[in-house]
């Protein structure tokens, strides 16, 4: 079975940003299918074209029909099932974080426990993160952060400046400055130097999930407690309730190549930053589950969650673009449909009247409007451009303009 995609660069845009959140497909995997557990903590795809994903029960591998699980039973290097952190090198080389184990390395067919894992004292591996002069470094619960040198494991703790010791994530910007996500702040080394960021400096919360810096030069900042932040040249802006992110704790960032901003949350599902709006996806609206671990996006522009409970969701454009009740129409149910000599459409629904769709802005006509009846059957278009509808009782109403007539 072939990989997911082909081998090199991206070969597909990102999601359609102009669609309503709620109008992507969504497809899922889990144990059912092969998935060692429904509990996915990260997700990357490697140069050949699989995804990669972290298991408390294993390492699998997807094709995009199947899994292929790598652990303690089949696979001497693993001592451990718990992989929570993965990293994928354009070489094709593989990174997995695990708990207790240090790190391992899968390149050519073959996993690897590297040398330098005797500097890491057995703790767990929270993330990791490969910069652009091609060091790799790795952040731990406890142990600060490294960097492997050669065939060592270089370290930063707090003794150095470091934060705090526990460090969830790790990214680098476009002056190459690298930034710590740690419990108790955010942290910036350059040219040797520690900078510490924290409540006092604006941010809404010091215990960091993620960050990730973006083309820009802007800082995203996931926190545990205060939703989302931006530090940028004008300083740190916070997103939360007002501006339409209601869950505090945000466990996962990623930003698309059309420069989308996904958040997965703690228990709200899945929300998207686009052209300064966000909208919000969930189990309601089709999510598999509200609680988002990690997001990436596959060369073909798909984008996949691991999630708690479920496992394995992808997102995708689709062939058709859904409108219903979520989008905005008055029903789920359209029992007639009509497009005019202006391109508006006409939907008549099962009782929520008629909807106008015009520039994207839905329009909703009902009883109280002076429709003969909500629920309509059929709809035509006179010589004249007014719109005529037969309801299911009432007779016959008419539409010219915004003037309704029966």
Same mark, same amino acid.
């Given at each position: ?28 995997? /889990?144990?059912?299918?092969? !998935? ?9 795809? $490697?140069?050949? /074209? ?8 294993? !390492? ?37 974080? *695990? ?62 400046? !470091? ?26 080394? $350059? ?10 400096? /604006?941010?809404?919360? %010091? ?19 205060? @939703? ?39 228990? $709200?599902?899945?929300?998207?930053? $686009? ?5 919000? !996806?969930?189990?309601? @609206? ?20 691991? *999630?708690?409970?479920? @496992? ?10 859904? *409108? ?5 129409? +008055? +029903? ?41 009846? %909500? ?9 004249? @451009? ?21």
């Amino acid at each position: 079975m072939a990989p997911i995609s082909a081998l090199g660069q991206a070969t597909g845009p990102s999601l359609d940003p102009a669609r309503d959140i709620t109008q992507y497909t969504v497809d899922s995997w /889990g144990e059912r299918e092969g !998935l060692p557990q429904n509990f996915v903590h990260s997700i990357v795809q $490697s140069a050949d /074209g699989y995804l990669w994903l972290g298991t408390a029960r294993g !390492l699998a591998r997807f094709d995009g029909v199947r899994f292929t699980v790598f652990d303690q039973q089949n696979t001497p290097a693993f001592e451990t099932n718990w992989v929570k952190t993965l990293w994928a090198d354009p070489d094709g080389t593989v990174w997995i974080g *695990l708990e207790g184990q240090g790190v391992l390395r899968y390149r050519d067919g073959e996993f690897m426990a590297i040398d330098a894992n005797r500097d890491l004292a057995s703790v767990r591996i929270n993330t990791l993160f490969r910069d652009a002069d091609d060091i790799l470094w790795v952040g731990t619960e406890g142990g600060g952060i490294a960097w492997l040198d050669d065939d060592r494991f270089r370290g930063i703790d707090t003794s150095d400046g !470091l934060s705090d010791n526990t460090v969830h994530s790790i990214t680098q910007d476009r002056d190459g400055a690298i930034w710590v996500g740690t419990v108790a702040g955010l942290d910036r080394l $350059s040219d040797g130097q520690i900078e510490n960021f924290g409540i006092d400096d /604006g941010l809404p919360d %010091d215990r960091i999930y993620q960050v990730v810096a973006d083309p820009d030069g802007g800082l995203w900042i996931g926190t545990a407690a205060g @939703g989302l932040a931006r530090l940028d040249d004008d300083g740190i802006t916070t997103f939360g309730p007002d501006e339409g992110l209601t869950d505090p704790i945000v466990n996962a960032l990623f930003q698309d190549r059309r420069g989308t901003l996904w958040i997965g949350t703690n228990g $709200s599902g899945l929300f998207r930053l $686009s052209d300064g709006t966000i909208t919000h !996806l969930d189990m309601e @609206g089709g999510l598999p589950s509200d609680l988002v671990w990690d997001i990436t996006e596959d060369r073909e522009g798909n984008l996949w969650l691991g *999630l708690a409970a479920v @496992g394995l969701a992808r997102l995708q454009d689709g062939v058709f673009r859904t *409108l219903g009740d979520r989008e905005g129409l +008055s +029903s789920p149910i359209a029992l007639a449909l009509l497009e005019d000599r202006d391109q508006t459409l006409w939907v008549g629904t099962a009782g929520g009247g008629l909807n106008r769709i015009r520039d994207g802005e839905i329009t909703t006509f009902t009883s109280a409007d002076g429709l003969a009846h %909500d629920i309509i059957l059929t709809l035509a278009q006179g010589m004249e @451009g007014d719109i005529w509808m037969g309801t299911v009782a009432g007779g016959i109403t008419r539409i010219g303009g915004d003037e309704v007539r029966t």
